[in-house]
């Protein structure tokens, strides 16, 4: 069955420094991948998804992810955080082998020291 | 515009009580989804409808009950619910619907509306 890991459940990263937040799925195929980010008490935003080709995606609010087939990772970076970017962040695939809805994983929270 | 939006932003309501949860979206999706989150988890999936059908329920209790009126509207209506039922409820739609794209659909959220069961 494919699933999603966040290995990190919390991050701590100062105001300034660059962010790598990891996602780890498992999917023999290429799997279809987002990052979403969660602002305390607020809905689910698309940050970037990766269908096929390019594996650099460029996404909103200056997040980049790169998929590394060979390490079946999707990781998301970002070079220097602002204390906006503060949020959960959950990655998700799609579910390929019964009805194409999203694999969870369990949320990386972010915190900005100032 | 991958707006959608939810009513009302927070709701309080007693286990006797009968509300209703809505959504909205205009961008011409087909596909539209109820999700519940509690907090500090990822999203789980309730309901699905497809071209205004309901496609998919996750094996949801019947005191929540799903209404797809027309392809921009999706309710949620709640009954006799339980304080385990407290949680962030978030609509989403997506553009292609589950005929033939649905891996390549992307999910568009809400703001979610926040349920307290007393």
């Known amino acids: 069955a494919q699933s999603v890991t966040q290995p990190d459940i919390h991050i701590t990263v100062s105001e300034g420094a660059s962010l790598e937040l990891r996602c780890n799925y498992s999917y023999g195929a290429t799997p279809y991948l987002f990052w979403y980010v969660q602002s305390p008490g607020q809905g689910l935003q698309l940050l970037l998804k990766?269908?096929?080709?390019d594996t650099l995606v460029q996404g909103i609010k200056g997040f980049e992810a790169e998929f590394k087939r060979s390490q079946s990772s999707f990781n998301l970076r970002k070079p220097s955080v602002h204390w906006s970017d503060a949020a959960e962040y959950f990655c998700a695939v799609v579910q390929m082998d019964s009805n194409y809805q999203l694999i969870w994983g369990a949320g990386t929270k972010l915190i900005i020291k100032p | 515009d991958t707006e959608v939006t939810q009513t009302p932003k927070h709701l309080v309501m007693g286990m006797t009580n009968k509300k209703s949860l809505k959504c909205e979206q205009h961008m011409g999706h087909r596909a539209m989804y109820w999700y519940k989150q509690k907090a500090k988890k990822p999203p789980e999936l309730m309901f699905v409808y497809s071209y205004e059908k309901l496609s998919i329920n996750e094996s949801v209790p019947s005191r929540f009950s799903p209404e797809c009126p027309n392809s921009s509207l999706l309710n949620l209506h709640l009954h006799a619910l339980q304080p385990e039922d407290s949680a962030l409820y978030l609509c989403a739609s997506s553009q292609k619907g589950l005929a033939g794209e649905g891996a390549t659909d992307t999910q568009y959220f809400g703001p979610g509306t926040r349920l307290t069961v007393l």
């Open positions: 990766y269908f096929s080709g």
